[in-house]
């Protein structure tokens, strides 16, 4: 059931929140850029700290975060203020979960599209992988199947997704469970944790509250 309120405003959502929920913070401003850094704080960093609050005080059982890949050459204060924002959770106590994307491939973002030949010369390139890896491109599908699998498995403490670990999961939810041809030990990930990632996903559905 949606619940109305202003995520600048903790006392408007409050009271919808209860001890054990899933708490999944989404709000940002939309195509984040350089020069909007008073918006970024003024709507990203607020938000941020009014969910936290809120979420520490109803003691929640779980908190997803919406970051960015890092270390990046570009977007630095964006960067700079997730980053600030990961330090928060890490600090709060609360079993996290900080997903880390660095483009999301979807309606009105076609173009990077282009970049993909180039990503994948760059994945194969020793001095490059790396950095490909870790800044590398995701589907709206991916993006929307590793959230929902962050829900599904709360972590006892602190879980990371970054890129590959992102394509892996969403490959998994492809129909019949098969991985994508971008997902998998080739994306970064090493064969045991990749069969990691499968097992956790191929667990039991949760409750969510």
Known sequence: MPVAGDPLESATFA??????????????T????????????????????????????????HFIYLSVAHPAPIMRSYI???????????LSGLPVSILRPWYVLGEGHWWPYLLLPLYAAAERFGKLREGALRLGLVTKHEMVAALVWAVENPPISIQTLP??????????????GQPSTRSGPSEGLSASEYQMVERRFRQGERRIH
Do not use: Y
Request: proline share 6%; with cysteine; net charge positive.
């Open 15 to 28: 009271n919808e929140v209860s001890s054990g929920d899933t708490f999944v913070h989404l709000t940002g």
């Open 30 to 61: 939309s195509h984040p850029a350089p020069w909007k850094g008073r918006q970024l704080e003024a709507v990203d960093g607020r938000s941020f700290e009014e969910s936290l609050a809120v979420a520490r005080h109803q003691r929640v059982g």
């Open 80 to 90: 700079e203020m997730r980053r600030r924002c990961e330090g928060r959770l890490v």
């Open 163 to 176: 890129v590959p670990q992102i394509r892996a999961v969403g490959g998994l939810n492809q129909p019949g």
